[in-house]
């Protein structure tokens, strides 16, 4: 069964830094999109993206964060300049058809941030 | 604003009893319904969900759910759980015509052999 899979499984940053979380949907799938989930806390929609535009984003997913498909597989999210309240258990998830009413997400294993 | 609640935040059974995990939403319009199931150390897994018809949803591993429009609940039933069933398990819901899943804060559930 196709899934979706996310690089690194754990990355640990010093504060100020840029960090790059890497996935790879699920391979007809056409939206994307990213959520985070603060030690002890809810899962948080990030951003979603379709046909390489952000579609939807919540208020956490500032100027600090960006997200692209940079090739035919990968999606990415880049926090430019990590705080220590990014740290987090980031979760990319895909799908085949967006806000339709059947579309289901599916989600990677997520990359969980440290930053120190 | 939408919200949904889980209101078992930690559940421990013994093996063959039966489960049914709490969940809450607010959302007053009609909305799509997730259950998730995260095994340690893996991802997040679709166990089952709600779109329309049936109000008793049928999922994998032996779940159910059951919507109950008047009581904005879709609760996760399982008759016997097993060891394996060990895990955390996540509502979300979804307003038709948003991207966004908002989750509840989840439900460890542990079950003894």
Redesign the interface.
Same mark, same amino acid.
């Given at each position: 069964e196709p899934?979706?899979t996310q690089t690194p499984s754990h990355q640990v940053t010093q504060m100020g830094q840029e960090v790059i979380l890497r996935c790879v949907p699920i391979s007809n799938h056409l939206?994307f999109?990213w959520?985070r989930q603060i030690l002890g806390?809810?899962?948080?929609?990030l951003v979603?993206f379709y046909n390489n535009e952000i579609?939807?984003k919540?208020e956490i997913f500032d100027d600090q964060f960006s997200v692209e498909r940079p090739d035919g597989s990968n999606f990415t999210l880049k926090i430019r300049s990590t705080k220590l309240e990014d740290s987090a258990m980031y979760?990319c998830a895909s799908s085949e058809g *967006?806000?339709t009413?059947?579309d289901?997400?599916?989600? *990677?294993?997520?990359t969980r941030l440290t930053v120190l | 604003a939408q919200s949904v609640s889980q209101h078992n935040h930690h559940v421990i059974l013994s093996e063959a009893a039966s489960l049914e995990l709490g969940c809450n939403y607010s959302y007053g319009g009609t909305v799509n319904l997730f259950w998730y199931v995260q095994y340690p150390g893996q991802h997040l897994q679709l166990l089952l969900k709600y779109f329309s018809g049936d109000p008793l949803v049928k999922g994998i591993k032996g779940f159910e759910a059951e919507f109950i429009k008047s009581k904005f609940s879709f609760n996760l039933r399982k008759p016997s759980v097993q060891w394996s069933d060990t895990a955390e398990y996540f509502c979300a819901v979804r307003a038709p015509g948003t991207y966004k899943y908002i989750f509840g804060t989840g439900t460890r559930l542990k079950v003894l052999a």
């Amino acid at each position: 069964e196709p899934e979706v899979t996310q690089t690194p499984s754990h990355q640990v940053t010093q504060m100020g830094q840029e960090v790059i979380l890497r996935c790879v949907p699920i391979s007809n799938h056409l939206y994307f999109y990213w959520y985070r989930q603060i030690l002890g806390q809810k899962v948080e929609f990030l951003v979603s993206f379709y046909n390489n535009e952000i579609s939807e984003k919540s208020e956490i997913f500032d100027d600090q964060f960006s997200v692209e498909r940079p090739d035919g597989s990968n999606f990415t999210l880049k926090i430019r300049s990590t705080k220590l309240e990014d740290s987090a258990m980031y979760f990319c998830a895909s799908s085949e058809g *967006g806000v339709t009413n059947t579309d289901t997400q599916y989600f *990677g294993p997520g990359t969980r941030l440290t930053v120190l | 604003a939408q919200s949904v609640s889980q209101h078992n935040h930690h559940v421990i059974l013994s093996e063959a009893a039966s489960l049914e995990l709490g969940c809450n939403y607010s959302y007053g319009g009609t909305v799509n319904l997730f259950w998730y199931v995260q095994y340690p150390g893996q991802h997040l897994q679709l166990l089952l969900k709600y779109f329309s018809g049936d109000p008793l949803v049928k999922g994998i591993k032996g779940f159910e759910a059951e919507f109950i429009k008047s009581k904005f609940s879709f609760n996760l039933r399982k008759p016997s759980v097993q060891w394996s069933d060990t895990a955390e398990y996540f509502c979300a819901v979804r307003a038709p015509g948003t991207y966004k899943y908002i989750f509840g804060t989840g439900t460890r559930l542990k079950v003894l052999a």
